[in-house]
């Protein structure tokens, strides 16, 4: 069965300091997609990263950066030089790309996070 | 990226009263949408998968003749809660399914429901 662990219920960090999302996923399928989203206060889904199961490359985008590893079943966000506007929930989430799933997305518990200034 | 909305944002209603809520894919074609029901401090549940012009996918334990779930059209499904409860009081909120490239759910701002 597919599952997406988040572990980290909440986080607390100092505005400035690097903070790093944990997502663990499991599946049995050799062809997927992971995702993180990030939810404000305002309650709106954001999309921020896909990634396939095919493609480990590391990806950065400004603060943001993503780091999967197959051999773990990790899909790791990290945030650097936090800011207070980074406060919000972020969710990891797996989907089986197939029709079969009808692509349905899997999501973690999510990690809240707060960045104190 | 692409842009879904939803129509109302929030709704207050009182018990026994039916609640419409619009999800439309703006600047692109939908051919799957799906609806997720949020609780406060919690993940989101899928509730449903809508594929235009067929019937929906419910998910387990999901009333299928409670919410009811049109999808008319490529960038249109509706949710419509029947006869609510304030059991039914949560934050639903829908996907647009962005199927010729990217292939990613795109979600739309949300919707609070209270049901009084």
């Known amino acids: 069965a597919q599952k997406v662990t988040q572990a980290q219920t909440e986080i607390s960090v100092v505005e400035k300091e690097d903070v790093t999302l944990d997502c663990v996923y499991e599946t049995r399928d050799t062809t997927y997609y992971l995702f993180w989203y990030k939810q404000p206060p305002s309650g709106e889904l954001v999309f921020l990263i896909r990634?396939?199961?095919?493609?480990?490359q590391n990806e950065i985008s400004g603060r943001y950066s993503w780091n999967f590893q197959k051999s773990t079943s990790s899909f790791n966000f990290t945030i650097t030089a936090s800011q207070v506007v980074d406060s919000a929930v972020y969710f990891c989430a797996l989907s089986e790309a197939s029709r079969r799933s009808s692509y349905k997305l899997i999501f973690g518990s999510g990690t809240r996070l707060l960045v104190r200034p | 990226g692409a842009v879904v909305s939803q129509h109302p944002s929030w709704v207050i209603c009182k018990s026994g009263t039916s609640v419409k809520i619009e999800c439309r894919s703006l600047d692109f074609q939908a051919t799957t949408m799906f609806w997720y029901r949020q609780f406060p401090k919690q993940s989101l549940m899928l509730m449903a998968t809508s594929n235009e012009g067929s019937k929906a996918t419910y998910e387990q334990g999901v009333e299928k003749d409670k919410f009811l779930i049109n999808h008319a059209s490529l960038t249109l499904s509706t949710l419509t809660v029947t006869s609510a409860h304030p059991e039914d009081s949560s934050f639903y909120i829908c996907?647009?399914?962005?199927?010729?490239?990217?292939?990613?759910?795109?979600f739309g701002p949300g919707t609070r429901l209270t049901v009084l």
């Open positions: 990634r396939n199961s095919f493609d480990e």
């Open positions: 996907s647009a399914r962005e199927s010729w490239t990217t292939d990613t759910q795109y």
